[in-house]
């Protein structure tokens, strides 16, 4: 009898295991884009993230295998304490999985250290400090299209070893502005240059003169612009009114989107040389995708960080059903990405590193002038391509807790 009853007792704890395996594992999935929907950033990311994450759903194949995949979004205003509690919502009773875009390293670092703590998976595409894989790096958060140590030493590095020697740094008072600084401040010193000053200036500024005469003022051949979006496209018109680069100093707009170069006209911003991951007009598959994505968004081809939630959720989707479901556990969805050597038409192929990184080509651009200009968008010029190996910090530099040290 008490070898019945001690059988008995094992049939039904495998029963209940394998239940609660089943429950586990299910074909449901919740993606939050969570950006900038109408603000400084809206352009970079917001609306066009969403509609970039809903091709991507489409473009997975997992509806018509009986995936139920639902896409929600909000504006987290640039401030981390909304984003934070739009995130909280979204996980305690929205039962997101996943989040994308992301755009404003504050908002991006909170959402990185919520999704740990709640154990699901952040796709981070619109933040660019690279604190995301270094200090604060996370085994929820993978970092998809570029970071402040791949700007400084993609357009940093080229701008020294070119001449400009002396900087001065017009920098938005906030994490994404102060990392960027202080990463091409290392490029500029580490390849010869010196930093003559700088100062920083309010996140979503209207006047940037005062800023500007200072800068004017240190005779330094680079004026580097650490902002993005309407900061530094405010501040190039403004530099252009006060005749800076006319009177001998350059413009490194650090963080440069085709949006910027729009807002400009290439009037103005001829010239300019920046760093970036991707270009609506790269090749073929960047061209088919844009006229598809056009079709559904009629403002503008997609900028880097729209074409990264794209990028990042397909790869995503494919880890869940490498997978065989939705474990609802995003520190094992992440894991399961790393495994995994990505590949899609927009970046092409790659991989993503035990920091989080996520690891392809990036290329330095110059804006081209308006005789070079053909078509519509038709913005940019290829000056060199960056090996994947060499576009992000090695490694062996890392100082996230997740790489080993040999």
């Not at 970071?147 to 590095?157: S, V």
Request: one cysteine or more; glycine letters at 10%; charged letters at 20%.
């Amino acid at each position: 009898m008490k070898r019945i009853i001690a059988a008995l007792a094992i049939t039904t704890s495998l029963v209940f295991a394998g239940s609660a395996l089943a429950q586990t594992l299910d074909k449901v999935v919740k993606v939050g884009s969570l950006g900038d929907q109408s603000g400084l950033y809206a352009d970079i990311g917001g609306p066009g993230s969403s509609v970039a994450a809903q091709m991507a759903i489409e473009d997975s194949g997992l509806l018509a295998k009986g995936w139920k995949i639902d896409l929600i979004s909000a504006d987290h205003q640039n401030k981390p304490d909304v984003g934070v509690n739009i995130g909280k919502q979204w996980i305690d009773v929205e039962k997101v999985d996943v989040f994308v875009d992301l755009a404003s390293s504050g908002v991006g670092l909170a959402i990185a250290n919520l999704a740990k703590e709640k154990n699901v998976v952040n796709l981070n595409s619109g933040s660019a400090s690279s604190d995301l894989t270094g200090a604060q790096c996370s085994p929820n958060t993978v970092h998809w299209v570029y970071d402040t140590w791949m700007l400084a030493n993609g357009t940093g590095k080229a701008l020294v070893k070119s001449g400009g020697d002396t900087w001065f740094f017009l920098t938005a008072d906030y994490a994404f502005g102060q990392a960027l600084e202080r990463d091409t401040a290392a490029v500029v010193t580490v390849n010869g240059g010196k930093v003559l000053g700088g100062v920083k200036h309010p996140l979503n500024n209207a006047d940037f003169s005062s800023f500007l005469l200072q800068a004017q003022s240190s005779k330094a051949k680079i004026i580097g612009l650490a902002n993005a979006g309407g900061d530094t496209t405010n501040a190039i018109k403004q530099a252009a009114e006060f005749g800076i680069v006319s009177g001998g100093q350059k413009l490194a707009g650090m963080l440069l989107f085709i949006t910027d170069v729009h807002s400009l006209g290439l009037k103005v911003a001829q010239g300019l040389n920046f760093t970036e991951t991707f270009y609506w007009d790269m090749n073929d598959q960047t061209r088919a995708f844009t006229k598809r994505f056009n079709e559904r968004f009629k403002k503008q081809p997609p900028t880097m960080v729209q074409a990264g939630v794209y990028s990042s959720l397909i790869h995503y989707f494919k880890a869940l059903e490498a997978l065989g479901g939705n474990p609802h556990d995003g520190r094992a969805v992440v894991a399961k990405m790393k495994e995994m050597p990505t590949d899609d038409p927009l970046f092409g192929k790659g991989s993503i590193r035990a920091d989080g990184r996520k690891i392809h080509p990036a290329y330095l651009f110059e804006v081209k002038n308006p005789s070079e200009s053909k078509y519509p968008w038709d913005y940019y010029k290829v000056i060199a391509t960056i090996p994947a190996d060499e576009a992000f910090i090695p490694l062996e530099k890392s100082v996230c807790s997740l790489v080993k040290k040999s």
